[in-house]
Every structure is written in C-alpha cells, then in structure tokens.
C-alpha cells in the first residue's frame, strides 16, 4: 500500500513545468465566478472523483445508460450498493442501498441521507434512503459527498443528491427499449419556453418479470420543472416530482419461500426562489416530500411453515418532510467569500405493523424538527511564481427539539503549484438518532425494548480528516489521490443487562474508518475518453457490511465518426460482509461473507438525423449488463442477474 500511494506522489509530483497552454487552461478552469467554489468545468466524465465528493454529469449519466442511482454511480470510487433485483430496490431488509466509504450501513437508520434539489428525500420511519423514490429521469447530475461537508449538507456524515436539470432547447424527445428477462424501459420529455418561462416536464418507466422467480420489479415517475426569470437577478423556480414503485424479494435460492414484495410512493416538490447578481448569489427554498411504503407479506410466501407469533407479516409506513433552506454568498473583495445559511427540517412519520398473533399494532405518529444555521468564509490568495492558495473555515449549529444542541466546525486549506493542488481538510459530523430509534422503544417488534430512554441519547459525531492532490497533464490527463480518516464517537446501539434481547439504547459505539481513492480521467485525440478509478478501506468494525477492503472502477467512451459512440465500463470489487442488521462484535463474528465480483458493461449508439439544433433526430442503441456472464451476489443466497441485454431507440425534435 505504501509503495503504491508513493508511485502515486512521484507520478503527481514530477517536475514538468506546465507549458503557456496549458497554464491558461488550468487558470481558465479555476478562474470562474468567485462564488462557483467548485469547477463545473471539472465535473462529469472529465473529473475522476477521487475526494470527498464526485459528480456524474448528464452526459456521463446518458453514456452509462444509468436508469436509477445504483448505476448511475458505479464508476464512482469508494461507492457500492445492494441490491436483489434487476428493476427495482426491495427496501424492506437490504435490497436496495447505498454506501460510501463504509458509511450509510446502519439499518435501521443510516449515516448517509439522501436530497433531491438540495431538500431531503428518504423514509424517515426508518431513517434510510430509499433508491426507488430517488429516480434519475429528471437529473441533470447526480452528486455523491462521501465525508463530512457541513456547507452542502448536515445531519449525516455523508449523502447523495439527484439535481434536477433545467429547461434546455425546446423539443420534445421519447425512448423505448426491451430486453431480457421482460425488461421494458419507456421514457417521455418535453421542453418549452415563451419569455422568461422555461417548461421541462416527462415521466419514466422501467419494469421487469425478473432474473428468477419473484424477483420482479417496477419504478415509474411523472416530474416537471418550471423556471421564470422575474427580471434583474431574481428567479423563482418549481420542482415536483412523483413516483409510484414496486419490488419482489425473491428469497433464497433453492428455499421453497419468498418474502412478498416492497411498495413505494411518494409527492416531493420544492419551491426555490433565487437571486444570482455580480457580488451575491444565493436561494430560499421551500420543500416538502410526502411518502408511504408497505413491507408486504413478509412470512416466508409459500414454504408452508407456521411463522412465530410475533412475527411481522405486513409493515405500512408513511412520513412527511417539510421545511425551509436558505443561503447567500456574498463576494467581500480581494478574493474574500462569505456564506451563510440555515436549514429548518421537520419530520413526522408513523406506522402500522400487523403481526401473525397479535394482529395491528400501531406506532402513533412522531414529530422530529431540526435547526441549523451555518457560515464560512473562504479567502483566495495570489503569489507570484504560479501558486495561488485558499483557506475555508466555518461551523453549522443544530438544536435539535428532542435531541439537544451540537455543532460541526469545518476548515480546508487548497493550495495550487505548478499545476499540482493539494487540499488538506478536516470536518466534524453530526447525526441525530433517527426515527427508528422510537419506533423500536416502542415495543412493538422486540417487546424487551418498551422504554423511554431513548430520548435521552445523543447524536452520533465523527471526524473527518482528508489529505487530497490533483494534477493535470497536458490539458488532456488529470489524476487525483486522496487519503482519509474517519473517527466516530457516541453510536447508539442496542444493548442488553444480561446475555438475551436488547432492553435499551445506549451511545457507547466508537468506530474507525481509514481509506485511500486514486482515479485518472484521460481525453485522447480522436473522441475517446478513458477513466480509472480504485479504493481501499480499511474500519474498526468488525464484520462492517457493503465495506469491500478494495474496489475498482473504469472505463471508455470513443466517439467513432458518423454518429457511432462505443462505451464500456468495469467494476470490481473484493469479498464483503453482506448483512446490515449486525449490531454487536458478536453478531459479526457470523455475519456473511459475499465472494468477489467482477463485472462488466458495454453500450453502443449510433445518433440518425440532426445531432443538435431544430429539426428531427434520433438514436438507435443497445446495451449489454454483465458482459462475462460472471456470477455474483450482494447477500448469501441471491444470486444476480446473468449476462442481459437490453435495445432500443430515442427520437425526438
């Protein structure tokens, strides 16, 4: 491990003084507004993602053929994901997660949350992101913080965020597409402007019979996003978004049995008003997201055995998230930027659980509201010589109305040199015990646990430490490398008096996790673009699920002439722990091991009619998933989808 990441600091480091070109580029790249902190000149397919956060852009997500956010982030490093079913995230018990760097497999609950347009969109009963209600048709990116950023989000150690693309050239474009297995895809959007009012508006639907029997699954989705410049700076802006979703739990292969299927539904919208001047750029947004799931018959469907009587066979759930973000960036002059913000959050959810013995019990609806206010300012220096640097710091706040007061204090150094910029940063976290937390003390799924101390815990915290470099070579090659270390206190866990059930909560969990990514992204001459990408992690806790110690990432996209693009992607990744239900050193001692998978893809396009501009055009394409027929699972006994096809075309104006 060493000698690599020493390979790696000679390769970043090596003397070669930046020609006149390729200075202007770099200082073109990183000279934009002074309030962009970020370059978005870097995002997508041209910036590795090596780092705290990646971002897959709109032609990245169109050149992976991405249809959720599983896919859409699979050549991001140091992300993996489960899953059982081919369409589809079974979220009753695993199927369908996202992880990052280790983070985001408690379960219930979970460390890492999810946003769309900036707002919070999960199950807030049991405090998990649900991929089906994240659907990707609207997205014009997909953005994935894998540590602490107490300026982009709080109340997790990290998150994932689907961002709504805006209204484009007018048109109108449809897609459909068949496959194995009875996969059908169908996409519909259409794009209008008239004066300051832009429309984007569509819906998709992907569904499939499965891979093996009672494995199927469906997500359909209606959005529409409106936008009006209202003159000067200011702009108000629509985003609402529905979906309506279905997942089979195919149970374990050979086994007599099933375990039902898992719905989902939810409204999400937001309402955003922005102003964008010369010295000041910032939004008030309001959000709601309104959502329900049902854990259908979960007694082992077909095997003839009597469940135990207090077995769960049938979990209802709905919640409601609402509240207000807001935020301004004010350029001071001299390089100086100043921002600040608050989020105003508020959850409510309950529950209805049926059991075989005792027949409904209910979990009366709870109410969670959170306040975070925060601020930073970030200073960007100019010496001679090529080197510029610029150092950030700040804090978020929350009070929480259950939960008590805590705070996330955050500084970064950034210092560019000749071409090579090196980021130091450290970050603390903060997660407040989620829902689920009340719904266990409830009593109604483990009666040992009938108790009110759970409104006594504290909020989980965790330090994040990250050494990042970045170079680029030539204009076309840029590699990063990034080195981290999370240090976590006060997780609450379920604990017992004696050998026997849980009987309470209590913060005594303290955990390490320590990593390394390293990606290049290359654009060579005649249209291709090739990307690599690997991590290592390395955690403290024993048996820690979805956490593979290595994992790599890659792949080509080559422009062939004639409206032909060929792309293809690899991902690997080492043996894992595949049961996020472990609580205890004991419990991990049995936790399942998954085997190694290597996994391979390829897409071709060929585009018909005008490639941009008025006027008609197409695309006729066809994909191949799991090129190599290779075997593989996320849980002991579910095995995945062999080799699968899928074809099809896009037409529109």
Not at 114 to 132: E, I, Q, S, Y
Not at 412 to 432: D, I, N, Q
Not at 460 to 472: I, Q
Request: with cysteine; charged share 20%; aromatic share 10%.
């Amino acid at each position: 491990m060493r000698k690599l990441f020493a390979a790696v600091l000679l390769l970043l480091f090596a003397g070669v003084r930046p020609s006149a070109g390729q200075a202007a580029a770099e200082g073109e790249a990183r000279t934009l507004d002074p309030l962009v902190v970020k370059a978005e000149a870097e995002a997508g397919t041209a910036a590795p993602g090596a780092g705290v956060e990646a971002v897959v852009d709109a032609r990245a997500l169109a050149g992976l053929g991405a249809g959720d956010i599983a896919s859409a982030l699979r050549l991001v490093p140091g992300v993996t994901f489960s899953r059982f079913n081919r369409v589809g995230s079974y979220g009753g018990d695993g199927g369908g997660a996202v992880f990052a760097r280790g983070l985001g497999a408690s379960r219930p609950g979970g460390e890492l949350t999810a946003l769309c347009d900036g707002a919070p969109r999960f199950n807030a009963v049991f405090g998990h992101p649900l991929p089906d209600i994240l659907p990707t048709d609207a997205a014009g990116a997909v953005r994935v913080f894998k540590g602490v950023s107490p300026l982009d989000f709080g109340n997790a150690f990290a998150a994932v965020e689907i961002v709504p693309a805006d209204a484009g050239a007018e048109g109108f474009s449809a897609t459909l597409a068949g496959g194995g297995d009875g996969t059908l895809v169908e996409r519909a959007e259409v794009t209008a402007r008239e004066g300051g009012l832009g429309v984007r508006a569509g819906q998709g639907l992907r569904r499939s019979d499965g891979h093996r029997a009672n494995s199927g699954g469906r997500t359909a989705d209606a959005f529409v996003r409106l936008s009006w410049r209202l003159g000067g700076v200011w702009r108000l802006s629509f985003f609402g978004d529905r979906t309506q979703n279905r997942a089979e739990d195919p149970g374990v292969a050979g086994q007599p049995f099933h375990q039902g299927n898992y719905r989902t539904e939810d409204w999400f919208a937001t309402l955003t008003l922005e102003n964008r001047g010369g010295r000041a750029r910032g939004f008030a947004k309001l959000y709601l997201n309104d959502g329900r799931a049902a854990w259908l018959d979960q007694g082992m469907r077909g095997s003839g055995a009597v469940p135990a009587a207090t077995a769960a066979d049938t979990t209802t759930m709905d919640w409601r998230l609402w509240g207000l973000r807001a935020r301004e960036a004010i350029a001071l002059g001299e390089g100086g930027v100043l921002t600040a913000g608050a989020d105003v959050d508020t959850q409510e959810g309950a529950a209805v659980f049926t059991t075989y013995g005792a027949g409904e019990r209910r979990f009366g609806r709870e109410v969670f509201r959170l306040l975070s206010p925060y601020a930073g300012l970030r200073q960007a220096f100019a010496g001679g010589a090529g080197w510029r640097a610029e150092a950030e710091a700040g804090a978020r706040f929350y009070t929480h109305n259950i939960f008590g007061a805590e705070w996330s204090p955050f500084a970064k150094v950034t210092a560019v040199f000749r071409g090579l910029e090196a980021g130091l940063s450290r970050a603390r976290g903060v997660a407040y015990p989620g829902m689920n937390v009340a719904v266990f003390s409830s009593g109604i799924l483990i009666p040992t646990l009938s108790n009110a101390g759970w409104r006594g815990l504290d909020a989980e915290t965790l330090t994040h430490t990250e050494l990042s470099l970045a170079r680029r070579f030539g204009g076309r090659l840029r590699v990063e490398a990034a080195v981290f270390r999370d240090d976590g206190r006060d997780r609450y866990i379920m604990v017992a008096e004696r050998p026997g059930p849980p009987t309470r909560f209590e913060n005594i969990g303290a955990w390490r996790n320590r990593g390394a990514e390293l990606a290049a992204a290359w654009r060579a001459p005649g249209g291709l673009e090739v990307f690599a990408g690997g991590a290592w992690l390395e955690s403290s806790v024993a048996g820690l699920p979805y956490a593979p110690e290595w994992s790599a990432c890659g792949g080509l996209s080559w422009e062939a002439g004639g409206g032909l693009r060929v792309s293809a992607d690899f991902s690997w990744r080492d043996t894992m722990f595949a049961d996020t239900r472990t609580r205890t050193a004991a419990d991990a001692a049995g936790n399942p091991r998954v085997g190694a998978a290597f996994l391979v893809n390829a897409r071709v396009s060929l585009a018909l009619g005008r490639a941009a501009g008025r006027g008609w055009r197409g695309e006729l394409f066809a994909s191949v998933e799991n090129l190599t027929d290779r075997t593989y699972e996320y849980r002991p006994g579910y095995p995945m989808p062999g080799i699968g096809w899928l074809a099809g075309a896009r037409m529109g104006w």
